[in-house]
């Protein structure tokens, strides 16, 4: 570890020197700088060992007599000291309280109303409270295993630091005025119309870094010292490492306050004060030097291997990562609004990049590799730079523990989908009832925690199982004697069956599917007591207090939602292992949208599912029930079908359009990924394959002829293979073609985006608030008059970053009108379609951008299918510890050709899908 910490005084990094009118600070320190980050995300600066003339001359009247004489003092050794303050949002991770004057439970939250105070320095603090602070950070387990030691610095150490080691007084410029050094206010300085004053502190960070990298050193808040206070100190300290050792009641604070004037603030202003004082511009700065290395029989404190290299991946990551992306790339990507949304100012330490910024490196990599990132008009990294950068993101991103115990991630309880609970009624009852007539539609996204359970849905849940049994009654009274029946009532009260037993065997059975796990005594027994017994004493037959209980059952939270019960629900360290009929319930929903049929939960009863699933995949993927992957995943989930039917296309313009061609569209997008799932074919044919299926309607609307067709009727859809290269795949389906326009004109916007979303997995981002965007649906805008809008629009360097590659995009696939015909023309302007990509890949029409798609972005669009299906499976967001799972199916899939079932089953056996943890607390 020493080596390490040797290394890193040999890093410079950059730090702004110059004063707010652009002038140098006189005599730059030249001795190199280092941040480091610990475990709590707090900064701190190297500060190398110097000497420098503390305390002020005897002719200097503006000082305190006891800061006087100025005297040579030496420190001599390196030390890393707090960059800022530190902050409310730090002390409260260490401490647990926050006693800051302006916290919500503190004394004048009401003078920060809207202000995000984490940042603040926490203030109101009584040196007692600062050193336990050090105290009890250095007893966290990180700041163990590296051997840090906090404390509060001396006064020398302040002050050294404070003065980066030069001999003047300390502030910044020679024109901050005493009414200009009062921050962060609203309102005028006591005594004066102007200079801001406010008698609050600002956000750590606010006033520029001295030589040291040091923020705020010329007042923020009053700063606590180690030193006791002692008035002999300048004459008496001893030169090395001064340390106040006389007896005394009070402590030192150094440093000026946000209500102080100029002169205050400046590192000669020094007094003493009682150690259980507390103000509300009082707060700290810590300083931290490395323990002694532990002996190496100490299992308890040795480094590891593993702890070495961590720390030089944060080394590479603060001093080579973050200079470039504040040289090349926070200019635009910093702040409230940043450009693309991608805010890199966020990033101070190593462990953000592959958790919390995992979407937004990703999206730096994917820019930087297409060359889109930095824009054309500003300085540009050379391609050596390029492949550092965009090689470490990959190595970080993938650099989650594959080896040891992999996080299965959690699952929300999950209500039933509409699709889910219609086929969910029809295998449980063979009750045919469309849930869409009457349900509200589910909230976006197919997540458990998306799909919430408004007090609406539960009177229409009570409602529709009265409508179900109805039917079931209606089936009696028309003697229909089939399997509706029977599969319910299979036996009647007897001679030798007592109603109690009948009724026993029959719910027993039909609660153990609807639960789809075996029912217990107890629920079993509370259906018998309360609806069977009592609707016996009200004069209900057998068959009607059955058709009671159903109604019971059918509102269950067992029924309704898919229940994993964990042992320890809040155990998220924990992984444990799907039981059998949990196993079935998940691929059932996955593949069928439906409850396990008779022979997964024969598996489970037997605890043989595991052991057989490969070939209960293969079984499930050939049962015609498999069509609900392909309209709940393929057409929702993915292709997003279902937002067909709420798109009209202006009738004037395309008066042929209908709900009949609607629905032809719809069908051969369906039918077409049906095809890649039974005939087992390559993911990458939803790109380019060379057949669709079209029925006359759709062929005559594609312009296809009569002789290119085989005999078939008007509605009955027939496979029909593709000569051109310009249809072929869903980009080129009209349905995709349709959802992606505007009204009454295309739109090369909304389809690059579509392209970015769903085939290569980067979706852009929102657009800029305040961006204005483009009028299309006006007629005057023709397509030659949009390309140049566009063109106008990509000079914007906040649009610039998304727009290069999505325009491209979007052009190729001109040819096609707003409905999706073919076109060569518009307005009798020629159409261009041609397109280039910011890492120079040129092509010209649909075809040869299917190609680029499927030999040049192949890897992007397998990941990206692959995780919305991954996603789909788990009913959840996946997270960055999912990269292993993410790349494991990817290899695997490669090593099988890409096919459909490969992919499958290698999700139903990965560890999220077979495993689960408890959810991890909020502050985790």
Known sequence: MNGTFQSLACTTLLFAICSPQGRPQELPVTAPQQILTNSIGMKLAEIPAGEFLMGSPDTDMDANDDEKPQHPVKITEQFFMGVYEVTQEEYEKVVGTNPSFFAKTGRGPEKVVGLNTKRFPVEFIQWEHADAFCTKLSELPAEKTHRRVYRLPTEAEWEYACRAGKTTSFHFGETLSSTQANFNGKLPSPGTEIGPFLGRPTTVGSYEPNEFGLYDMHGNVSEWCADQYHEDYYSNSPADDPLDEAGSSDRVVRGGNWGSDAMNCRSRYRFNVLPVRRYQSRGFRILMRLGEKPDSTDENVTETAEETELDEKNLVFQTRVRPLINSYCIECHAGAEPAGDIALDQFEHLAQVATTGRNQWKRVRDQLLAHAMPPEDKRQLDDSAIDFVTQWINTTLSNVDCDGPGDPGHESIRRLTQNEYRNTIRDLLGVNFDAADDFP?????????????????????????????????????????????????????????????????????????????????????????????????????????????????????????????????????????????????????????????????????????????????????????????????????????????????????????????????????????????????????????????????????????????????????????????????????????????????????????????????????????????????????????????????????????????????????????????????????PIDSSGVLPDGTTFHGPGQLKTVLREHRQEQFIVCFLEKMLGYALGRELEYFDQCTVDQLATTLSQHGYRFSSLVTQIVESEPFQKRRGRRASHQ
């Open 441 to 829: 539609a589910d909230d976006t996204g197919a997540t458990g925690d998306a799909l919430s359970l408004p007090p609406i849905l539960m009177e229409t849940y009570l409602a529709a199982a009265e409508q179900i049994t109805a039917e079931i009654i209606a089936s009696k009274q028309s003697r229909a004697e089939d399997n509706l029946r029977h599969r319910i009532f299979f036996t009647q009260p007897n001679k030798t069956v007592s109603r109690e037993q009948a009724a026993h065997k029959i719910l027993e059975r039909l609660m153990s599917r609807a639960f789809r796990r075996p029912v217990t005594d107890l629920e079993l027994e509370r259906i018998l007591r309360l609806v069977v017994d009592r609707a016996h004493e009200q004069g209900d037959s057998f068959e009607e207090s059955i058709e009671l209980a159903i109604q019971a059952i059918l509102v269950s939270p067992h029924f309704l939602f898919k229940v994993e019960t964990d042992p320890q629900p809040n155990d998220s360290e924990t992984a444990r292992s799907l039981n059998e009929y949990e196993l079935a319930t998940r691929m059932s929903y996955f593949l069928w949208s439906s409850m396990p049929d008779d022979e997964l939960l024969k598996h489970a009863r037997q605890q043989t599912l595991t052991d057989n699933i490969t070939d209960q995949v293969a079984r499930m993927l050939n049962d015609p029930k498999a069509q609900a992957i392909v309209r709940d995943f393929g057409g929702q989930t993915w292709l997003q079908l279902q937002k067909l039917e709420s798109i009209t296309p202006d009738k004037r313009l395309f008066p042929e359009f209908d709900d009949e061609l609607r629905h032809a569209m719809r069908t051969e997008s369906e039918m077409f990924f049906a095809a890649i799932m039974q005939e087992d074919r390559s993911i990458l044919d939803f790109i380019a394959a060379d057949f669709t299926f079209v029925n006359q309607r759709l062929a005559r609307h594609y312009g296809i002829t009569k002789t290119d067709l085989p005999e078939f009727s008007n509605n009955e859809f027939q496979r029909i293979s593709l000569g051109s290269d310009n249809r072929g795949g869903v980009l080129t389906q009209a349905s995709i073609l349709t959802l992606t326009s505007n009204p009454n004109r295309t739109s090369p916007v909304k389809r690059g985006k579509w392209i970015m979303e769903n085939i290569l997995g980067t979706p852009p981002a929102a657009p800029p608030p305040g961006v204005s965007e483009f009028v299309e649906g006006e007629e005057s805008v023709t397509a030659v008059s949009l390309r140049k809008k566009m063109e106008l629009h990509r000079k914007m360097p906040r649009c610039a970053v998304c727009h290069e590659q999505m325009d491209s995009l979007g052009f190729a696939m001109e040819n096609f009108d707003a409905v999706g015909r073919w076109r060569t023309h518009e307005a009798e302007i």
